[in-house]
Nanobody
């Protein structure tokens, strides 16, 4: 089994910052790509940022220059530093990890339960 747990969400004023953390645990050989997604009320889930196992990053245009994704391979964690937050960043943020497991062949996507980020104006 693999578990994905996000933390660090909360309520912040516009212009403020939050740092999200995601811990992946379980029967893990290796974690390939990791990413953060978000879903606002009545909207589809959208990708925010991604990072490969080698540390290459990708950001969606609406967060470039404000958000930074990183990872700690030794601890099986990924982080999302969010600065200059805007009310439109309000959403549930989800962590995604593509995991190679010890007990079955192949790589599989796992999702956390999400953490709420609310930005007040």
């Amino acid at each position: 089994q693999v578990q994905v747990v996000e933390s660090g969400g909360g309520l912040v004023q516009a212009g403020g910052s939050l740092r999200l953390s995601c811990t992946i645990s379980g029967n893990i050989v290796r974690i390939n790509d990791m990413g953060w997604y978000r879903q606002a009320p009545e909207k589809q889930r959208e990708r925010v940022a991604g990072i490969t196992k080698d540390g290459r990053t990708h950001y969606e245009e609406f967060v470039k220059g404000r958000f930074t994704i990183s990872r700690d391979n030794a601890k099986n964690m990924t982080f999302l530093q969010m600065n200059s937050l805007k009310p439109e960043d309000t959403a549930v943020y989800y962590c995604n990890a593509r995991v190679v497991r010890t007990d079955i062949p192949g790589a599989y996507d796992y999702w956390g339960q999400g953490t709420q980020v609310t930005v007040s104006s």
